[in-house]
């Protein structure tokens, strides 16, 4: 069975400072991986998938996250936060490419200070 | 991509009530999902429902608290039944688009029971 780890709970950066959102996941197969975000009251977007293409995959908003197989690692990235970047990012993976639920992680509620 | 609308979008209920939850897409799709996010917690895949069969339950969720219908490839209903204050969350369908390969999610309806 597949699942996923996301390191941190809260993480709180600095407007203009670099973002990262740690994911690390588990899969007896070459997975599906899914970056999704939710805005206060709102409900799920997505921001990127990696679906065994390139590894780096580049997603909304200036988002962007790698695939690194040895680590088992899809870490978010974004160079410069900005205040509308505050909510809760959420992985998930799935081991099909179609009609498969997704396995989400416990999310990271992303604070964006001024 | 998908749209995916949700009725009612929140309510308040009373203990022991039944609260049916409605889920339309604009478009056929085969499989849907309901998820249940419970307060600060992520997503927990609560069925998979694919029309024309028997939703399929994850461990945990039983039929007779969460009755699934699926009658057309375009809607689904969930319903909560027999509802207690442990069953506020907010509940969300979601799709498969195979040819997008990615999951498209409802907007949820948040349900606070009294």
């Known amino acids: 069975a597949q699942s996923v780890t996301q390191l941190g709970s809260h993480v709180s950066v600095s407007e203009g400072a670099l973002v990262l959102l740690r994911c690390n996941y588990s899969s007896s197969v070459p997975p599906y991986l899914f970056w999704y975000v939710q805005y206060p009251n709102q409900g799920l977007q997505l921001l990127l998938k990696y679906t065994s293409a390139a590894t780096l995959v580049k997603g909304i908003n200036g988002f962007e996250a790698e695939f690194k197989k040895s680590e088992t690692s899809f870490h978010l990235t974004k160079p410069s936060a900005h205040m509308s970047d505050a909510a809760e990012y959420f992985c998930a993976v799935s081991v099909f490419s179609g009609n498969t639920p997704l396995v989400f992680g416990k999310g990271t509620r992303l604070s964006v200070i001024a | 991509s998908a749209v995916i609308s949700q009725k009612p979008s929140r309510d308040i209920c009373q203990r022991g009530t039944s609260l049916t939850i409605q889920c339309q897409v604009d478009?056929?799709?085969?499989?849907m999902f309901w998820y249940r996010q419970q307060p600060g917690q992520s997503l927990t895949l609560i069925a998979t429902a694919n029309q024309g069969s028997e939703a399929t339950y994850e461990s945990g969720f039983v039929i007779d608290k969460f009755p699934i219908s699926r009658p057309n490839l375009t809607f689904s209903t969930l319903t909560v039944s027999n509802m207690s204050p442990e069953d506020s969350s907010i509940y969300l369908c979601?799709?498969?688009?195979?040819?997008?390969?990615?999951?498209?999610f409802g907007p949820g309806t948040r349900l606070t029971v009294l």
């Open positions: 979601s799709v498969d688009v195979s040819s997008y390969n990615e999951q498209f």
């Open positions: 478009s056929q799709v085969t499989m």
